[in-house]
């Protein structure tokens, strides 16, 4: 059994610093200013041989029933109580705060096992705070630096003591090639859910997930990091992310705010397929067509969501989204798109559906042979025009080079004289003719090699 850690403190203290120094890379935003992270977040880590499934979580505040901060603790407390070790992190440079004896004693009530780490103990100036943190009754201090890597070996006994009072995990011997060949077919499917602010990220996901996983209000920019959550549908593995909102960057004027904005640009761009949440009452404005085409350009697989389906005007927005779809994403004609309430949890089915039916189209790989008739078709239906030099192109033949996305190579005797229009007819007919709608499609024009050039 892997042994699943909870890092708790308040705000401020250095959680998501040593979130990243366990999982081994910056994956949790770290900013000077309190509060940055609001998410539970949980990811695979390894400390020396020592496997670990490590949780993120906000920094504890007391906060009105109905509040943000509130509604963060909720989720702080969940992860307490999924964990089977607490990591309690106090600031040693600053000391006790009324915040780490209130929360000490909700940890202490919880019976979970902790590890309190006086974090930030860089020099010796932290000493008087060192002896203070006997008082939360929470055991011995490690002195700690989760920026520095120091006391990574003591916490590393500590946590093998746990990891001992783990049940045994059942191995099953019994596995052939065929069976680590299947698993490999059925790797996670990348699925991140992106957007402008306030549309319905979270709740979307929450919806699909059917659990209050991640932080919604009224406000917009409640999620500020990119986080996953492992999950299956239909018997499909995904890997499903939720992601701070878009907005124009020539309005990010914000620190945090531009963090926040690339680690969801990283986390659609690692995507297989991307969910585009639009606004049913201002859909495909000029930003949602920006991170479109970011995504499209990027090579991911795009389903567009139409999101607050119940509570808008229909007829209106379907004739606006058809008309902005043709005219401005031709790079990828045919983009599914399905209308939804996420709120209501009204046509989640189709939009899963769509994502599948994209992801296959994405994986797709066409046979030679049957490529090679459709281009010879193709190229009789309408022959390429005259190069610059006033000679007919000649196209030998077309391969596919890979899929995610599919791309193929043509071969021609003069690859710098086939005009654009020409390749893009020929995408056009890709898709209409293999079924590959809603999908980036690469085409590149390589040169015939002469195969009397060495003699």
Request: include cysteine.
């Amino acid at each position: 059994m892997v042994l699943r850690i909870a890092i708790i403190g308040r705000p401020n203290v250095g959680k998501s610093t040593l979130f990243n120094r366990l999982v081994g890379r910056k994956t949790a935003i770290v900013h000077d200013k309190p509060g940055v992270t609001r998410d539970r977040r949980e990811a695979p880590a390894k400390l020396y041989d020592l496997p670990l499934s490590v949780i993120d979580t906000a920094g504890y505040e007391f906060a009105k029933a109905e509040s943000l901060e509130n509604k963060m603790w909720l989720q702080t407390r969940r992860a307490l109580e999924e964990a089977d070790v607490c990591l309690f992190l106090i600031d040693a440079r600053s000391g006790l705060h009324p915040f780490d004896e209130h929360l000490a004693g909700l940890v202490r009530a919880s019976g979970k096992p902790v590890i309190l780490l006086a974090n930030k103990c860089e020099g010796k100036a932290q000493e008087d705070s060192i002896h203070e943190a006997y008082k939360l009754g929470l055991g011995t201090p490690v002195i700690f630096s989760a920026e520095h890597g120091i006391g990574l070996a003591d916490l590393y006994e500590l946590l093998c003591q746990e990891a001992k009072k783990l049940p045994a995990e059942e191995k099953n011997e019994e596995s052939s090639d065929d069976e680590a060949k299947d698993d490999e077919a059925k790797r996670p499917i990348q699925l991140a859910v992106i957007g402008r602010p306030n549309v319905g990220k979270s709740t979307l996901v929450n919806a699909l997930l059917n659990d209050e996983r991640m932080l919604t209000g009224p406000e917009a920019g409640v999620t500020r990091d990119a986080i996953t959550s492992s999950w299956t549908y239909g018997g499909r593995k995904i890997n499903l992310v939720d992601t701070a909102g878009l907005r124009r960057r020539s309005r990010v004027a914000d620190d945090l705010e531009k963090m926040s904005a690339a680690s969801t640009r990283h986390a659609a761009f690692m995507a297989q397929v991307v969910i585009l949440v639009l606004d049913a009452n201002a859909v495909l404005d000029k930003q949602d067509l920006t991170i479109a085409r970011e995504v499209l350009d990027e090579g991911r697989a795009l389903v567009i969501a139409v999101n607050k389906w119940d509570i808008a005007d229909r007829r209106e927005a379907l004739q606006k989204l058809n008309d902005k779809l043709q005219t401005s994403l031709a790079q990828a004609e045919g983009v599914p798109t399905v209308t939804i309430s996420a709120l209501k949890r009204e046509n989640l089915d189709k939009l899963m559906r769509a994502v599948f039916k994209v992801y296959d189209r994405w994986n797709m790989r066409i046979p030679t042979a049957p490529l090679n008739q459709w281009f010879a078709d193709m190229i009789d239906k309408y022959p390429p025009p005259l190069g610059k030099n006033k000679r007919r192109i000649k196209l030998r033949y077309i391969t596919q080079a890979k899929t995610r996305p599919p791309a193929f190579y043509i071969f021609s005797s003069n690859p710098e004289g086939l005009p654009d229009s020409y390749l893009h007819y020929l995408t056009k007919q890709l898709r209409e003719s293999f079924d590959m709608r809603g999908i980036p499609i690469r085409i590149t024009v390589r040169k015939t090699g002469n195969p009397y050039a060495e003699k």
